[in-house]
């Protein structure tokens, strides 16, 4: 029977490989799309969450498109010393009222890519890198509503017609947004500190059936234990950031896994500083439990930002 088994293991390898490596590489290039930062470049290609997003939109004409941004308000200045997405390209503003869409124009053929390459310097990277590149620089002179990575639109009425359509969910966004910025927090068990994803096993060999029940109840313990001790570090952590932010998100994470928890925190600028401190303390308690505190940012607020349709 156990020949039989390994039989049968061997022989669906290679279909298993393959599904998984096909569910990696659409995460990977998720998580690229969404985030769109070096950081989460090396996050990608290690394996990272799902997190649904489509491949950049290309224009299906094979003119030129307008490639878009984010939304400002329609007085934001424009970004400075900072490229467009492609080569040559230079950011503009088409406004509609008191909205402002940042765009470039763009090729269809400039946005094709190779979703297989999930290399730092790949087409994708390079893209993704360079519309966070012109979000960051927008931000940094006002609120900033980003879109999603590969937003294009025909020309400038369809531009407006997307400001107009979103109007008023915009404006409550981007008054909601104002200048504070995203910080990502993530608490992650040590990898010397294995994740329980399971009992552990328990060996039968010369041990009795009462010893062999004793020792199972004694490592379903173990972990719930384990989960226990993660959920009460995860909750002690958003108890201690939350005086900090204006507004948390949780993106994911499990007691029964090494990710125990990832949020995302806006923050106001005159907060920061506590908000950094408060999570280097917290670092500092969780270390002996072989549990680490990681904290990324500032980002654009990527993570509370999604248009939805409004009166205008």
């Known amino acids: 029977m156990s020949e039989e088994l390994d039989r049968l293991a061997r022989a669906a390898v290679p279909e298993v490989l393959a599904a998984a490596l096909e569910r990696a590489r659409e995460q990977a290039v998720a998580r690229l799309a969404d985030l769109l930062t070096d950081a989460i470049v090396a996050q990608a290609l290690a394996g990272a969450p799902p997190a649904p997003a489509p491949a950049p939109a290309q224009d299906e004409t094979d003119g030129e498109a307008l490639y878009a941004y984010g939304i400002t308000p329609a007085g934001l200045p424009l970004p400075e010393e900072v490229q467009a997405l492609t080569d040559g390209g230079r950011i503009d503003r088409v406004a509609a009222g008191d909205l402002a869409l940042l765009v470039s124009h763009v090729l269809p053929d400039e946005l094709r890519i190779d979703e297989d390459d999930l ?8 893209l993704a890198r360079g519309h966070d590149a012109v979000v960051r620089a927008a931000a940094a002179s006002g609120p900033v509503l980003p879109l999603r990575f590969g937003t294009v639109v025909p020309d400038e009425t369809a531009a407006r017609r997307l400001l107009e359509e979103h109007a008023g969910s915009a404006r409550a966004q981007l008054r909601r947004i104002g200048d504070n910025r995203e910080w990502g927090v ?53 108890e201690a950031l939350r005086p900090h932010v204006r507004e948390s998100l949780r ?3 499990s007691p029964g896994s090494s ?6 925190f806006l923050v106001p600028p005159e907060r920061e500083s506590a908000f950094l401190a408060a999570a280097a303390e917290l670092r500092e308690k969780l270390d002996p439990d072989g549990l680490e505190v990681e904290v990324s940012g500032p980002w654009p607020p990527y993570s509370f930002a999604a248009l939805e349709p409004g009166d205008a």
């Open 259 to 264: 990710l125990l928890l990832d949020l995302a």
């Open 186 to 238: 993530k608490l992650v068990r040590r990898l010397d500190e294995p994740a329980v994803l399971g009992p552990r096993p328990v060996d039968r060999t010369g041990v009795s059936g009462t010893e062999y029940l004793a020792r199972r109840r004694q490592a379903l313990r173990a972990r719930e234990d384990d989960e226990r001790s993660a959920a009460g570090a995860a909750e002690l952590l958003e």
């Open 119 to 126: 290399s730092e310097t790949g087409r994708l990277a390079t």
């Open 251 to 253: 993106r994911g994470g």
